[in-house]
């Protein structure tokens, strides 16, 4: 049975560490990968080190503090549900070595001798007793984060702005895609502490209406294209790019990249879950899943962007289909 939230519990007062979860970690298959590793809440506390402001030294707010604030709004919203461990990929190390270490050969660092720190980091808290059907695919609700430092001033003292990017949604789970939309998407908050980090994370959680997107999502599996009418939209994305601006208004942009589309063009003949039928044509929320399994290619600071713009996407291709508006991508 489904088991959709969207009168969302009143968060409880901000506690900063990870609520008791389940052994299983979310989405234990990569949801990106792209230059990602795999990493461990243990890990990012225990081992890596925290950047600070230059002037003062102050620390800021650390990955594994964004992942204990969010682990304890989950639970504290969704008291009762079975909650995962948080997955958590990381990308671009600043590798370093304590002092007395500085004239060691590189194959010669003992492991306590090296010090790490990950510029971006993004995670995924999954909530699998919360989940719907779509397209035949179960989806189960997720909340995550991303955060880059390159996205920061450091040279400054404490109290300067600090940038998060967050999200709630869904996750496919026959192939760990995110299917996320503008309106469970914060992509630009910036904050100078961890309460009012908080308070951004509670309030996105807790407007999130995931009725109306499954509603939406479910549309898409009502439409389907032509492998004519699907050529056609890969041809006219990649003409896009050379368009002259003046012609670009009023044109949905897709920003996947060349080499992604060419992975989107190959998985409509050959993947296992989302290929085309066997008289060509494809439903939208098959074509939808291979957008945003080709997205898992993208960087850390691109992915979300870019997971959004698929929707957007694919849902402007509805709306033509419905008759509600033209699409250049179908003339």
């Known amino acids: 049975m489904e088991q959709i939230i969207n009168n969302l519990l009143p968060v409880l007062a901000p ?38 402001w230059l002037k003062d030294n102050e620390p800021l707010i650390s990955h594994a503090d964004f992942i204990e604030t969010t682990g304890r709004i989950v639970s504290d919203i969704f008291h009762g549900e079975q ?107 910036t904050v100078k502490g961890i309460e009012q980090l908080y308070l951004a994370i509670s309030s996105l959680v807790k407007l999130y209406n995931s009725g109306h997107h499954l509603f939406h999502l479910r549309k898409l599996a009502e439409h389907s294209i032509t492998e004519s009418e699907f050529a056609h939209i890969i041809g006219r994305i990649r003409m896009y790019n050379y368009l002259p601006n003046h012609l670009r208004t009023g044109i949905q942009e897709m920003l996947l990249t060349d080499t992604q589309i060419g992975m989107v063009v190959r998985d409509y003949y050959r993947d296992d879950s989302f290929c085309r039928q066997v008289d060509g044509r494809i439903n939208l929320w098959r074509l939808f899943n291979l957008f945003t399994g080709a997205n898992k290619s993208s960087y850390i600071d691109s992915f979300l962007t870019r997971s959004v713009n698929a929707y957007d996407f694919t849902e402007q291709i509805r709306w033509a289909l419905e008759g509600r508006t033209g699409s250049w991508y179908l003339e």
């Not at 609520?19 to 795999?38: K, L, W, Y």
């Not at 010669?108 to 995670?123: A, V």
């Open 83 to 189: 909650i995962l461990r948080p997955n958590i990929r990381v990308s671009h190390p600043i590798k370093g070595r304590i002092p007395s270490a500085k004239d060691k050969p590189a194959h010669l660092l003992l492991d306590e001798e090296r010090t790490i720190q990950y510029e971006r980091m993004m995670f995924v808290v999954e909530v699998p007793s919360i989940q719907a059907e779509v397209g035949g695919n179960m989806l189960s609700l997720i909340i995550g984060g991303i955060k880059s430092y390159s996205e920061d001033n450091l040279y400054q003292r404490s109290g300067g702005d600090q940038h998060f990017k967050l999200f709630i949604g869904f996750q496919n789970r026959v192939c760990t895609n995110l299917c996320v939309w503008s309106s469970g998407v914060n992509a630009s908050l």
């Open 15 to 52: 506690k900063i560490i990870l609520p008791g979860a389940d052994e299983g970690i979310s989405t234990s298959r990569a949801f990106i990968e792209a230059n990602t590793v795999e990493c461990g809440l243990d890990e990012l506390k225990n081992t890596h080190c925290i950047p600070v």
